[in-house]
């Protein structure tokens, strides 16, 4: 055995336990109970505790010191692990834990607060999930921006600054196009009831459509449509309106796209670094 190898190999079973947590966050919002709010609370933050102290273990770094890349592969896996690796560090296990449990429980006050059109039902939540991304974001950034050290999840390496000269470059031509339309005559709604079960039908073959393998992959219902997982296990969700049915069809293609990009990936890479978008 050798460093990279021995590194791999921890490696995918921390990436096998990050897809366990994923299974938990899905399963949250399509088939648990709502009295296992709590519960699940619970578990999500034991499995950030185990995930982030696998993702700090001190045996990493010392791999990383002595592992030889020996392809592009290789080099791409060690520089995703070592920006994890360094990223973890610097967030307390504590504030991970805390993070992952109450973003769990605000998911269903959310819910409820957007069923009851009550925002300020959600509000105190929010305000916590933004009190701990803030501290995480500076736990992250130390004397940097904070923002910047958020959005490098997402998007690696931009700044805040950059995205901003973005929108700044996009919004004449779009305040223009809005106007445009706006003053075109509004389109012919629909005016009827449309059966849930048919949109879902109809979900279902536009996914396949589209190239979603329902062998490796189901879609289910949820309050926001989302993506999950990645490799052999990609599951989708959207919602139904009665009266909208197009709102179904648009998010089942919208969150196909992210599922198909996942299940294409190559196989070599199932738990590691490059497995997932």
Same mark, same amino acid.
């Given at each position: ?111 409820? !607060?957007?069923? @009851? *059109?009550?925002? &300020?039902? %959600? ?6 999930? /933004? #009190? +701990? =991304? ?23 390496? !931009?700044?805040? @600054? *950059?995205?901003? &000269?973005? %929108? ?6 779009? /305040? #223009? +196009? =809005? ?99």
């Amino acid at each position: 055995m050798t460093a990279y190898s021995d590194l791999m190999s921890f490696t995918r079973e921390t990436e096998a336990l990050s897809q366990i947590a994923g299974r938990l966050g899905w399963d949250q919002e399509t088939m648990m109970p709502e009295g296992a709010t709590p519960q699940r609370a619970e578990e999500h933050g034991a499995m950030a505790n185990v995930l982030h102290a696998r993702r700090t273990d001190p045996q990493i770094g010392e791999w990383l010191e002595t592992a030889e890349a020996s392809d592009e592969v290789a080099k791409a896996n060690l520089r995703h692990i070592k920006k994890s690796y360094d990223r973890t560090l610097k967030v307390p296990a504590d504030l991970a834990a805390e993070l992952a449990k109450t973003t769990s429980l605000a998911h269903r006050v959310w819910a409820q !607060a957007r069923a @009851d *059109e009550d925002v &300020a039902a %959600f509000l105190p939540m929010l305000e916590k999930v /933004v #009190d +701990l =991304r803030r501290q995480e974001a500076a736990a992250v950034a130390g004397d940097g921006n904070a923002y910047d050290a958020l959005l490098d999840s997402y998007e690696p390496e !931009a700044t805040g @600054d *950059e995205i901003a &000269a973005v %929108f700044d470059a996009l919004r004449p031509g779009l /305040v #223009d +196009l =809005r106007s445009a339309i706006l003053d075109k005559p509004a389109p012919q709604t629909l005016a009827q009831d449309f059966d849930e079960a048919g949109q879902l039908a109809l979900s279902q073959k536009l996914a396949a459509a589209f190239g979603y393998n329902f062998k490796n992959g189901r879609i289910d219902k949820a309050v926001h449509p989302f993506s999950s997982g990645s490799g052999l296990d990609v599951r989708i969700t959207t919602r139904t309106s009665a009266d909208d049915p197009f709102n179904c069809f648009y998010s089942t293609i919208h969150e196909v796209g992210h599922a198909c990009y996942e299940q294409n990936i190559n196989p070599e890479f199932l738990l590691t670094p490059l497995g997932s978008g």
